[in-house]
């Protein structure tokens, strides 16, 4: 297999002038972040002018012309699932990677399963068998074997190709306005992310009062302090039910604090007067200042309704060539009709997700007019594929 192999800063910089001349440029990473505070780079790979290039991020000390350069205009970046990628040019300058074709969201698009992997979109788009895949390789060690390097370079091999595949069909069916609203949404979820209330985050905190949450908030800095002083993954740090267990006891004190289970741990007990003080920071909090809860939503109503609209859901994209999964989640669906059938004449709320964009054309106002009483939905033939249809309803005689 020929490609060329970056490995020092010149190579690199060279390698950068070309890549300005392309039109089109995928990538994608190998990275290992099991031991550390921060996901350690080893490998970019990218498929753009003349062969395939592998870039040796371990042994390159500066990688920002790299990513500068993704982030210039004047081409297409193609990427599969690229969160990562798009999180290590935002560290790295500041700035996205321009004008992004991520294979995953356009196969949920036309229909195929969200979140594919890029074996199954190989397979299913190309019709070419789904490649070994180096799930156990620490990309760290050095050097790297013959077949860890084509692994790699696989990777971004077949992006064009898939790419090519799903941009036809989206074009066929007048999707790739939905496509740049869908990539644009992500990358700026992606950005708020990294950005702003990032404590959010921690699983587990739905539910919680604001008091609770300006635990989850102090106790949050604590742990991302902690973490990068140590450089060690934060949840090896404090796990999140930890965190969301202290919260929901609202205690400062050091004896109560201990009797929690999964803080007996050495490091962590050594650690529990700094926990102490975190909380005693939260509970000192005045009201104003504690986080603003979300709106509970897990009525009966709300769940009845929204297990009903969810399986009408998944009949919907079915027939549109769409994956369920991409258009909303049953959590998605409870927003939505929270939205529209709540009574309270408080502040203006923002839109949820299936009322803005795509989504609402497609499903919203279909969903709309189900609460409505204005559409029914009725079983034409429980052997088909497709066995509901959505018909205008008869007011009672």
């Known amino acids: 297999m020929q490609y060329t192999n970056i490995t020092t800063d010149r190579q690199l910089q060279d390698y950068c002038r070309e890549l300005a001349r392309s039109r089109s440029i995928a990538l994608d990473t190998e990275f290992v972040s099991e031991h550390t505070y921060r996901p350690v780079l080893c490998l970019v790979q990218v498929a753009a002018v003349g062969q395939p290039a592998v870039i040796d991020a371990m042994a390159v000390d500066d990688l920002r012309p790299f990513w500068q350069a993704i982030a210039e205009p004047g081409h297409e970046t193609i990427v599969h699932a690229g969160r990562s990628e798009m999180e290590f040019c935002l560290d790295a300058i500041g700035r996205q990677p321009t004008d992004l074709f991520d294979v995953q969201i356009a196969a949920g698009l036309v229909g195929m399963e969200y979140p594919a992997g890029y074996g199954a979109l190989i397979t299913g788009l190309l019709g070419r068998p789904s490649p070994k895949h180096e799930t156990r390789t620490d990309w760290r060690r050095r050097p790297l074997s013959q077949r860890q390097i084509e692994y790699a370079v696989d990777d971004v091999r077949h992006l064009h190709p898939i790419r090519d595949t799903l941009h036809a069909r989206l074009e066929e069916l007048g999707r790739l306005g939905w496509l740049q609203e869908e990539i644009t949404a992500w990358q700026d979820g992606v950005e708020r992310a990294m950005s702003q209330d990032r404590w959010r985050r921690v699983s587990g905190n739905s539910g919680l009062d604001s008091r609770s949450l300006a635990i989850v908030r102090e106790l949050w800095h604590w742990r991302e302090a902690e973490a990068g002083r140590r450089d060690k993954p934060v949840r090896r740090v404090l796990r999140d039910d930890l965190i969301v267990e202290l919260a929901r006891r609202q205690t400062a004190d050091v004896k109560r604090i201990r009797a929690v289970r999964g803080l007996e741990r050495g490091d962590l007990k ?96 279909l969903f709309d007019d189900l609460l409505a009483g204005k559409t029914a939905i009725r079983i034409t033939n429980p052997t088909s594929n497709h066995p509901l249809t959505f018909e205008p309803s008869h007011p009672p005689v």
């Open 270 to 365: 050594r650690r529990l007067g700094e926990l102490a003080a975190c909380i005693q920071r939260a509970l000192d909090l005045p009201e104003e200042e504690c986080p603003q809860t979300g709106p509970r939503q897990r009525t009966p109503r709300l769940s009845v309704l929204g297990q009903f609209l969810f399986s009408a859901l998944g009949s919907i994209c079915r027939q549109a060539q769409l994956a369920p999964n991409l258009v909303g989640t049953p959590g998605d669906i409870r927003e939505l009709i929270a939205y529209r059938t709540c009574t309270d004449a408080g502040q203006p709320r923002r839109p949820p997700k299936l009322a803005r964009g795509w989504r609402a054309e497609f499903v919203g106002r």
